[in-house]
T-cell receptor, first 115, second 113 residues
Framework: AQKVTQAQTEISVVEKEDVTLDCVYE???????LFWYKQPPSGELVFLIR??????QNEISGRYSWNFQKSTSSFNFTITASQVVDSAVYFC????????????FGSGTRLLVRP | SAVISQKPSRDICQRGTSLTIQCQVD?????MFWYRQQPGQSLTLIAT?????????ESGFVIDKFPISRPNLTFSTLTVSNLSPEDSSIYLC??????????FGPGTRLTVL
């Protein structure tokens, strides 16, 4: 069965701190796709990154970075020098290589960045 | 990236009525998805809508309660029928093809009294 686990329900940090959001996934597929989304208080879901299972290179985009490790089935997300605007719920998701193209979401991690 | 709009953005409805949510994508997409997000929860897939065929519903969701239309490659509607307070949620439309990026609309916040 496919499953995405985000064990951290809520994280609170002070502005400028670094913070890592954990994502652990389960799948028997050798090909799969991993995603991160941000949901700010306004409610829309903002796409952050897509990674396929054959690309284990870490990705950096500004203050955001992602660490994909197949050996531990993890796809963690780090925000460097956090800002108040980073406060949101962050979802990790898995997509299987079948024709359904369905996204399987984790339960989300609520990040609160305090000034 | 695709831009997805939804109407209405929010609504307050009476028990027993229905609400139809519209989803418009600014480009043609193969598949459109409808999700429900109950307060404080993650996203749950309701159904997948393909143009020209019946929607495919997930376990626990039925067509009578959530009829879906997909008349073309840029538009879909979701109706939530016979509303009850338990239907109070955010409903999100999503579009995308295959394993590429999947984008979401801004959501429709439904409150049922």
């Amino acid at each position: 069965a496919q499953k995405v686990t985000q064990a951290q329900t809520e994280i609170s940090v002070v502005e400028k701190e670094d913070v890592t959001l954990d994502c652990v996934y389960e799948t028997r597929d050798t090909t799969y796709y991993l995603f991160w989304y941000k949901q700010p208080p306004s409610g829309e879901l903002v796409f952050l990154i897509r990674r396929n299972s054959f690309d284990e290179q870490n990705e950096i985009s500004g203050r955001y970075s992602w660490n994909f490790q197949k050996s531990t089935s993890s796809f963690n997300f780090t925000i460097t020098a956090s800002q108040v605007v980073d406060s949101a719920v962050y979802f990790c998701a898995l997509k299987r290589p079948d024709s359904s193209y369905k996204l399987i979401f984790g339960s989300g991690t609520r990040l609160l960045v305090r000034p | 990236s695709a831009v997805i709009s939804q109407k209405p953005s929010r609504d307050i409805c009476q028990r027993g009525t229905s609400l139809t949510i519209q989803c418009q994508v600014d480009s043609q997409v193969t598949m459109m998805f409808w999700y429900r997000q109950q307060p404080g929860q993650s996203l749950t897939l309701i159904a997948t809508a393909n143009q020209g065929s019946e929607a495919t519903y997930e376990s626990g969701f039925v067509i009578d309660k959530f009829p879906i239309s997909r008349p073309n490659l840029t538009f879909s509607t979701l109706t939530v029928s016979n509303l009850s307070p338990e239907d109070s949620s955010i409903y999100l439309c999503s579009g995308g093809g295959g394993y590429n990026e999947q984008f979401f609309g801004p959501g429709t916040r439904l409150t049922v009294l």
